[in-house]
């Protein structure tokens, strides 16, 4: 199948060591210059648009906050799902019970798309992200990062939102290259028969239909690929 669109996971994939490597950068620039989509799904938050912008870099979409608020590449809105108020707040109360945590978000009135915590260890965040998806059962989806756990509306998450973004520039379900390197990738890479980077968290590179050596590398096999299949 041509592969038409990439979806790569920023933290650790594209983003490694506080820079995007010269040879990304222009591996992405070509693929854009032949006429295929390119575009970041991470679990950060809305202000991330201003951080591509910083960064000088060229996308035809953002998928943030895992899938809950989706832009185009000028940033207008494709698909928003904010959390009910009551539901924040019952989040926040669950994720108080936690005596060892770091960080969680409060309710401040505001419209908010995704819930965050931070544990100590990576091993924390997964147990809680596994009890609060019991205790909420079919009204959140919680995905890890690292030390961090991200909470969003059931439905919500990575692998559906590049269904979304597909159907956005009417391509085929199976027109992404998906690329991930952690947890919260990992639905979205085997829902997708993506790729992990060879870098990534060891238990998602051994799930991993693919692996590629980065997101470069990933753009030049695939346009390589698919002009050899014209």
Same mark, same amino acid.
């Given at each position: 199948?041509?592969?038409?669109?990439?979806? @790569?996971?920023?933290?650790? @994939?594209?983003?490694? $060591?506080?820079?995007?490597?010269?040879?990304? #950068?222009?591996?992405?620039?070509?693929?854009?210059?032949?006429?295929?989509?390119?575009?970041?799904?991470?679990?950060?938050?809305? !202000?991330?648009?201003?951080?591509? $912008?910083?960064?000088?870099?060229?996308?035809?979409?953002?998928?943030?906050?895992?899938?809950?608020?989706?832009?185009?590449?000028?940033? =207008?809105?494709?698909?928003?799902?904010?959390?009910?108020?009551?539901?924040? $707040?019952?989040?926040?109360?669950?994720?108080?019970?936690?005596?060892?945590?770091?960080?969680?978000?409060?309710? !401040?009135?505001?419209?908010?798309?995704?819930?965050? %915590?931070?544990?100590?260890?990576?091993? #924390?965040?997964?147990?809680?992200?596994?009890? &609060?998806?019991?205790?909420?059962?079919?009204?959140?989806?919680?995905?890890? =990062?690292? #030390?961090?756990?991200?909470?969003?509306?059931?439905?919500?998450? /990575? %692998?559906?939102?590049?269904?979304?973004?597909? /159907?956005?520039?009417? &391509?085929?379900? !199976?027109?992404?290259?998906?690329?991930?390197?952690?947890?919260?990738? +990992?639905?979205?890479?085997?829902?997708? &028969?993506?790729?992990?980077?060879?870098?990534?968290?060891?238990?998602? @590179?051994?799930?991993?239909?693919?692996?590629?050596?980065?997101?470069?590398? &990933? %753009?030049? @096999? +695939?346009?390589? $690929?698919? !002009?050899?299949?014209?």
């Amino acid at each position: 199948m041509d592969k038409r669109l990439i979806a @790569t996971d920023f933290d650790g @994939t594209l983003y490694i $060591k506080c820079e995007i490597s010269d040879f990304d #950068r222009n591996a992405i620039d070509l693929w854009r210059k032949n006429g295929r989509f390119f575009g970041i799904v991470t679990g950060r938050g809305e !202000d991330f648009k201003d951080t591509v $912008k910083e960064l000088g870099l060229g996308v035809d979409y953002l998928i943030l906050c895992n899938g809950s608020y989706i832009v185009d590449g000028d940033g =207008n809105i494709i698909y928003t799902s904010p959390i009910d108020g009551e539901l924040f $707040k019952a989040l926040e109360s669950a994720f108080r019970a936690y005596k060892d945590i770091e960080y969680f978000s409060e309710y !401040d009135g505001s419209v908010r798309y995704q819930f965050y %915590a931070t544990f100590p260890s990576v091993e #924390r965040a997964l147990g809680a992200a596994d009890e &609060l998806s019991v205790k909420f059962a079919g009204k959140i989806s919680a995905f890890v =990062n690292g #030390r961090h756990v991200n909470v969003g509306n059931a439905g919500t998450g /990575k %692998a559906e939102s590049v269904y979304i973004i597909l /159907k956005h520039f009417g &391509l085929s379900e !199976d027109a992404a290259a998906v690329v991930g390197d952690d947890y919260n990738d +990992l639905l979205m890479i085997k829902e997708h &028969l993506g790729w992990a980077v060879r870098s990534g968290v060891p238990a998602v @590179t051994a799930q991993a239909p693919n692996i590629c050596e980065s997101v470069g590398d &990933l %753009a030049l @096999t +695939l346009l390589k $690929k698919n !002009d050899s299949e014209v």
